[in-house]
Nanobody, 125 residues
Framework: QVQLVESGGGVVQAGGSLRLSCAASGRTLNSYMMGWFRQAPGKEREFVAAISSSGGITHYEDSVKGRFTISRDNAKNTAYLQMNSLKPDDTAVYYC??????????????????WGQGTQVTVSS
């Protein structure tokens, strides 16, 4: 079992930045693909970004490309999502997730085996 705990959410003005962290326990993450998803009120949970188990491959949803950066530190068993130039449309609960295996089908929610409880990000205009 893998337990994931997100942190770093909060309230920020448009144009600001936040860095989310996803700390894992139970198992080491170096054999898991990691992903970030978000869910706004009344909407489906959507893919944001993913990173391969080694950190060598990343993939982003189009609306966050150039603004968000996913990274990981396997020695610390932690994944990150650096969010810059935040917009009100980025307001959502952000979830990290872990998938067994190095890479593959990153945007597919069903691909992921473990999920965190989420952290709220609110961007004011």
């Amino acid at each position: 079992q893998v337990q994931l705990v997100e942190s770093g959410g909060g309230v920020v003005q448009a144009g600001g930045s936040l860095r989310l962290s996803c700390a894992a326990s139970g198992r080491t993450l170096n054999s898991y693909m990691m992903g970030w998803f978000r869910q706004a009120p009344g909407k489906e949970r959507e893919f944001v970004a993913a990173i391969s188990s080694s950190g060598g491959i990343t993939h982003y949803e189009d609306s966050v490309k150039g603004r968000f950066t996913i990274s990981r530190d396997n020695a610390k068993n932690t994944a990150y999502l650096q969010m810059n130039s935040l917009k009100p449309d980025d307001t959502a609960v952000y979830y990290c997730a872990a998938a067994v295996g190095a890479w593959g089908r990153a945007p597919d929610r069903s691909r992921y085996d473990y999920w965190g409880q989420g952290t709220q990000v609110t961007v004011s205009s």
